[in-house]
T-cell receptor
Framework: DGGITQSPKYLFRKEGQNVTLSCEQN?????MYWYRQDPGQGLRLIYYSQIVNDFQKGDIAEGYSVSREKKESFPLTVTSAQKNPTAFYLC?????????????FGDGTRLSIL | AQSVAQPEDQVNVAEGNPLTVKCTYS??????LFWYVQYPNRGLQFLLK????DNLVKGSYGFEAEFNKSQTSFHLKKPSALVSDSALYFC?????????????WGAGTKLIIKP
């Protein structure tokens, strides 16, 4: 079955540590996205990528970094510069940015501070 | 400013009764509107969308939504609620070119269906 796989499901970060969240899709989508979800705030866009080797900052990119070396993969690194990383992180994909097709979501990674 | 509002944090409905989850939007140009559902500790699942055409859109699990241009609303409805409909519901609208056509998300509405 086609879909988006996020791993791990739960992740714990120590102070000063960088952690990387994995996102893989087999939907043959060009566009991929990372969102942060906090209670009562909806989804906020961290980064998005329209195509391989290209990515753009979203609304809350500070303290995060991404790469897009393969069409299928869009990992997110939460760096030590992100002072409040505790949240639910969602990866999504779509055929193209801004078209009329829905985004497809993975089941998320919950990141907590140790 | 482009925005989406879901005015109710929580909606409580008795099983078998009709339900409505409200959404209003403000966006430049013609809106692309979406509804998604999220179950606990899961990702979002697409329910339905309005792009153009009929104002009443039918989607998954018996849900429908009515696009009202004059009121800039896109309320989600279902004629008869099920306990299994209890979840978090998000409305989203595609922003214009000045925001790189990204989705703008509402804060979500928790729907509770009581047996």
């Amino acid at each position: 079955d086609g879909g988006i796989t996020q791993s791990p499901k739960y992740l714990f970060r120590k102070e000063g540590q960088n952690v990387t969240l994995s996102c893989e899709q087999n939907l043959n989508h060009d566009a991929m996205y990372w969102y942060r979800q906090d209670p009562g705030q909806g989804l906020r866009l961290i980064y998005y990528s329209q195509i391989v080797n290209d990515f753009q900052k979203g609304d809350i990119a500070e303290g995060y970094s991404v790469s897009r070396e393969k069409k299928e993969s869009f990992p997110l690194t939460v760096t030590s510069a992100q002072k409040n990383p505790t949240a639910f992180y969602l990866c999504a994909s779509s055929y193209r940015v801004g078209d009329n097709q829905p985004q497809h979501f993975g089941d998320g990674t919950r990141l907590s501070i140790l | 400013a482009q925005s989406v509002a879901q005015p109710e944090d929580q909606v409580n409905v008795a099983e078998g009764n009709p339900l409505t989850v409200k959404c209003t939007y403000s966006v430049s140009g013609n809106p692309y509107l979406f509804w998604y559902v999220q179950y606990p500790n899961r990702g979002l699942q697409f329910l339905l969308k309005y792009i153009t055409g009929d104002n009443l859109v039918k989607g998954s699990y018996g849900f429908e939504a009515e696009f009202n241009k004059s009121q800039t609303s896109f309320h989600l409805k279902k004629p008869s609620a099920l306990v299994s409909d209890s979840a978090l519901y998000f409305c989203a609208v595609r922003a214009g070119m000045d925001s790189n056509y990204q989705l703008i998300w509402g804060a979500g509405t928790k729907l509770i269906i009581k047996p």
